[in-house]
């Protein structure tokens, strides 16, 4: 019914930026709040980000001040401009969106995108 498209990790060295997109199509009544997960090998997924419908943002201490979480209500679009990176943001991002469909307001996650922090 909805699918979650991301683009935008790779590698990078220490001190570099990434941007990160997702992309929500289909049946999409409405996109209430969207966010960011990651995980790295061997620790628990990690909340990274939130943005409300209203624009209202929340982060994780680990990446205060280095990352920004922005949205495109028009294009159904969440952001995740990572700068200053570190080795220690290594992992697997995960794009989650809480949508409201035809029937129930539903979290879909997207496939992940491999962020790799490397020199």
């Known amino acids: 019914q909805v699918q979650l498209v991301e683009s935008g990790g790779g590698l990078v060295q220490p001190g570099g930026s990434l941007r990160l997109s997702c992309a929500a199509s289909?049946?999409?009544?409405?996109?209430?709040?969207m966010g960011w997960y990651r995980q790295a090998p061997g620790k628990e997924r990690e909340l990274v980000a939130t943005?409300?419908?209203?624009?209202?943002?929340n982060y994780a201490d680990s990446v205060k001040g280095r990352f920004t979480i922005s949205r495109d209500n028009a294009k159904n679009t969440v952001y995740l401009q990572m700068n200053s990176l570190k080795s220690e943001d290594t992992a697997v991002y995960y794009c989650?969106?809480?949508?409201?469909?035809?029937?129930?307001?539903?979290?879909?996650w997207g496939q992940g995108t491999q962020v790799t922090v490397s020199s």
């Open positions: 989650i969106a809480n949508i409201l469909g035809p029937s129930a307001a539903v979290g879909y």
């Open positions: 289909g049946r999409i009544f409405r996109i209430n709040a």
């Open positions: 943005i409300s419908s209203g624009g209202t943002t």
